[in-house]
Every structure is written in structure tokens, then in C-alpha cells.
């Protein structure tokens, strides 16, 4: 096992060191593979470029129509109506909570985590200035929203939750008490956290700093906010309520969109190649991670180690759990630890107890140990906004590993009833 842990070891560095994971994973790879007697050559365009293509193949036009949607609502101003009516509903006083509120309610209508970031950081870098708190807790925020809420709450169109459900037969809304309860408790959890850390900057005396030139000037055209949510909840209720497809849902949702924004719009083209262009590099990211994790499984050591966490004489919703962490831990994505563990089910190597429940457990653990320090989506907000690992990484490990934990618990528990 020790020299699959020097093979994750160094991914962390290289990434830590700002080498592209589409870069890294295919060094880390072949690293691992020369230690296992392996040649790098016929693992990487053998078992790595395989695993790479089936993830982009299966879901290349969820990030693409994701990220188009995305895009257009945030070029017509619509994202900008959402989060600004949150803010100014909850008030300056409680502006950290606002902008984590807003960023779970955007990605849960099914914007991707990676453009909302876009949207969402001017617009709380005023809120945070007024409110006099330091940037550095704006990941926690980003992050936590995702983390705490549209990943783990059924009927969510993040890829996450559509993952399981070919395999288990199960619909968005699998888990549905549960899931809600646990995800309750866990975005509970992270909003007191951050407002505790929020008056605890004012008591150390932090305050608010930033070279950037900010610009507070709001659109002057933007949809209202009836108009601006129907995209989103168009999205999760045919999703959920309606039977169809991710896709077909997504696709409704982005033609919505143009509809309804198009007066908005400076250019309808421009903003859905530009979506085009946003969605590629993270669904790049994701496939090189996942092929990482899943060809690690093809050497030995690893598979003796993933064949002992299966063997375990426990509940097969913690042994899925558990794999699911651990795929997630080592390719610090959510989404390569669900890929991981469907795998596994569709070997018949973990038993199936409860479709439904099995599906929210994995879906749920996805979300705990994939924010490692090397998780892309994580590096790609600090290069963004500007921020390192040291001044953050603590606040995102509590919203993003110990609140989710605990709604995971919470969940587990509540299933044992």
C-alpha cells in the first residue's frame, strides 16, 4: 500500500504546486506504475486514457449544458438578481450567510459550482466590505453552499446525484426523508460555524482587505426575481416531479433561459460559446482525477487494501461509505468517489440493501473527504480570488468535511430507525 500512498502523495504535491491535474495525474500515474513494475506507457494509454474517456463520454453534456445555463444567466444578470436578493433579505449583518445561501441555492438549480464562483465573488466582496469581514472565509462560503446543500440534497441536478441512479434504478429524490434531514442539520451546522467565525474576526480585531478596485455599480436591466429563479426551478422540478433525463432537463433549462434573458443578453451566441468554453477545463479536471483513482485500482496493492474495507463485517451503507471517502479522498473529487463505488456495486463486490437509501449514503459521502488540500475545484477559487491553502484550508475543512459528516450521521441514523 505504501507506494499507491507515494503515488497520492505526490499528486498532492505537484497540484499543491499548481501543476494542472490533467498534467499531474498522468505523472502520478506512471510513477505508481514504474513501482509496480508496470510501463507508465501502457498504463496511461491502456487503463488511465479508458477510465478518462468513459467519464467524459458519460457526462460531457451535463457539464457542457450545465455551464451554458450557467453562463447565460450570469451574462443577463439573473445569478446577480438571486444573490443580491438573498443578501439584501438577510441584511449586511449576516452577509456571510448570505453569500453561502446563495451559492447552494444556484448550484442546487443546477449551475455548476465552477461558474457560480464567478458570479458570486464581486458580489461579495461589496457584502463583505460593508459587513467588515476578511476574504479569507469567502471559500468556506463558496464551498460550504456546495458542500452542505446541491450536492447532498435529493432532487438536485449536480452531477453527483445522477451518478448512482442508472445503476441502483433510483430517481433524484432517492433517501428523500433522510437526505433532507441530514442536509438540514449539516448547512445548520455550517452557517452557525461561519457566523461564529464571523464575529470572531471582529473580536481578533481582522478586518476586510483587498487591493482589487471593487465595483459596486449593479446592472441596471436585470431580470426580477420571479424571472431570474424560473430557469433553476424549472430544472430540479422536471428533474425530480417529471421522470426525464438529466440532460432533457438541463437542455429545457438552458432554452428557458435564452427565452426568458435574451433581451438581456449582449450576444445569446457569445454567452453559449463562452459556457462552452467554461465547462471544458473542469470537466477535464474531474476525468483526469477519476482516471487516476480507478487506475489505481488495477495494481495490487490497492485492490488487497479496497478488498479488506469490502470484507469488513459491517452494513453495506458503511462499507459504500467508506469506499465512497476513500475514492473521493485520494482523487479529491466527489464525483470520482460515487464513480468508485458504483463500480464496485456493479461487480456485486458490495450488496445492494436499499436502492434508495444506498443511493443518498453514497451521494451524501461523496461530499465529505474529497475537499483534501488538492481538490481542483478548491485550487481553482484560491488561484481566482487570490487566496493560499494556509490562510483557508481550516474554515473549508469545517464546512466541508465536518458539517457534511455530521448530516451524513444524521442520515445513517435516521435509516437505521
Known amino acids: 500500500m505504501w507506494i499507491i500512498l507515494a503515488g497520492i502523495i505526490l499528486l498532492i504535491v505537484l497540484v499543491y504546486n499548481r501543476i494542472n491535474v490533467v498534467i499531474a495525474a498522468p505523472i502520478a500515474v506512471s510513477f505508481v506504475s514504474i513501482l509496480n513494475g508496470y510501463a507508465p ?6 487503463e488511465y486514457v479508458e477510465e478518462t474517456s468513459y467519464f467524459i463520454k458519460d457526462f460531457l453534456f451535463i457539464f457542457l449544458l450545465g455551464a451554458i445555463m450557467g453562463k447565460i ?19 449586511a449583518k449576516r452577509g456571510i450567510s448570505a453569500v453561502l445561501i446563495s451559492s447552494a441555492l444556484l448550484t442546487y438549480g443546477g449551475i455548476p459550482g465552477f461558474v457560480v464562483v464567478f458570479t458570486i465573488y464581486p458580489i461579495s466582496l461589496p457584502v463583505f466590505k460593508e459587513a467588515n469581514l476578511p476574504r479569507y472565509l469567502l471559500p468556506a462560503c463558496f464551498m460550504g453552499g456546495v458542500a452542505n446543500l446541491s450536492i447532498p440534497m435529493p432532487g438536485s441536478p449536480q452531477i453527483h ?3 448512482p441512479m442508472e445503476s441502483l434504478e433510483t430517481g433524484p429524490l432517492a433517501g428523500l426523508i433522510p437526505g433532507v434531514i441530514g442536509t438540514i442539520v449539516s448547512l445548520t451546522l455550517a452557517i452557525l460555524y461561519l457566523e461564529f467565525r464571523a464575529k470572531r474576526s471582529k473580536t481578533n480585531g481582522e478586518s476586510f482587505q483587498d487591493s482589487e478596485q471593487l465595483d459596486e455599480k449593479l446592472l441596471t ?10 430557469p433553476l426551478i424549472i430544472v430540479v422540478t422536471s428533474l425530480s416531479f417529471f421522470n426525464i433525463s438529466i440532460i432533457a432537463a438541463l437542455t429545457l433549462g438552458v432554452l428557458v433561459a435564452i427565452i426568458l434573458f435574451f433581451k438581456y443578453l449582449t450576444s445569446t451566441i457569445n454567452s453559449i460559446n463562452n459556457g462552452v468554453k467554461d465547462s471544458l477545463p473542469p470537466l477535464l479536471f474531474a476525468a483526469s482525477a477519476v482516471g487516476f483513482g480507478l487506475t489505481l485500482r488495477s495494481f495490487p ?43 464496485l456495486i456493479e461487480e456485486g463486490l458490495i450488496a445492494q440493501p436499499d436502492g434508495a437509501n444506498l443511493h443518498r449514503i453514497i451521494v451524501m459521502s461523496s461530499t465529505v473527504f474529497d475537499t ?22 481550516f474554515d473549508c475543512f469545517m464546512t466541508t468535511i465536518v458539517t457534511p459528516l455530521i448530516g451524513l450521521m444524521v442520515a445513517f441514523g435516521l435509516m437505521l430507525l
Do not use: C
Open 221 to 230: 436591466s436585470n431580470p426580477s426575481i420571479i424571472t431570474s429563479l424560473i
Open 161 to 163: 446525484n445522477i451518478i
Open 301 to 343: 496493492d490497492f485492490e488487497a487494501f479496497l478488498q479488506a474495507i469490502i470484507d469488513l463485517p459491517v452494513n453495506p451503507l458503511i462499507t459504500s461509505a467508506l469506499t465512497t471517502n476513500l475514492g473521493a479522498s485520494i482523487m479529491g473529487s466527489a464525483s470520482g468517489g460515487i464513480v468508485l463505488t458504483m463500480s
Open 41 to 46: 506507457f501502457d498504463v496511461l494509454t491502456g
Open 73 to 91: 444567466m450570469t451574462d443577463s444578470g439573473a445569478t446577480q438578481t438571486i444573490s443580491l436578493f438573498i443578501v439584501k433579505t438577510l441584511g
Open 372 to 393: 483534501i488540500p488538492f481538490n481542483n475545484g478548491y485550487l481553482g477559487i484560491l488561484a481566482f480570488i487570490g487566496l493560499s491553502v494556509k490562510d483557508t484550508y
